[in-house]
């Protein structure tokens, strides 16, 4: 079984910053990727990005792409979204995820990840 807990989150201005952190424990030596993914009040939960936990590539929404970046520390079991340019529509819960082997879904599918954070809030204000 693999734990993630999620930190980071807050209220800031929009143009500002933040930096979330996903700390796993537990199986962690079977993690495939890590990803983020949020979900807005009275919407579907959606991808925001991933990491592939060997080689580092990574994958972003459209939406993110150019202002938002992931990126791991394997040593401590950690991957973090840097968030730059933060827009009031990026206000949500954002979720880290991982996902221990392919299954065959898509990286920016939530059936692709075994196990989920609880959450943390960003809420951008205008």
């Known amino acids: 079984q693999v734990q993630l807990v999620e930190s980071g989150g807050g209220l800031v201005q929009a143009g500002g910053s933040l930096r979330l952190s996903c700390a796993a424990s537990?199986?962690?030596?079977?993690?495939?990727?890590m990803g983020w993914f949020r979900q807005a009040p009275g919407k579907e939960r959606e991808f925001v990005a991933a990491i592939r936990w060997s080689g580092g590539n990574t994958y972003y929404a459209d939406s993110v792409k150019g202002r938002f970046t992931i990126s791991r520390d394997n040593a401590k079991n950690t991957v973090y979204l840097q968030m730059n340019s933060l827009k009031p529509e990026d206000t949500a819960v954002y979720y880290c995820a991982v996902a221990v082997r392919p299954n065959g879904a898509g990286l920016s599918m939530f059936r692709a990840y075994d196990h989920w954070g609880q959450g943390t809030q960003v809420t951008v204000s205008s």
């Open positions: 537990g199986r962690t030596f079977s993690t495939y990727v």
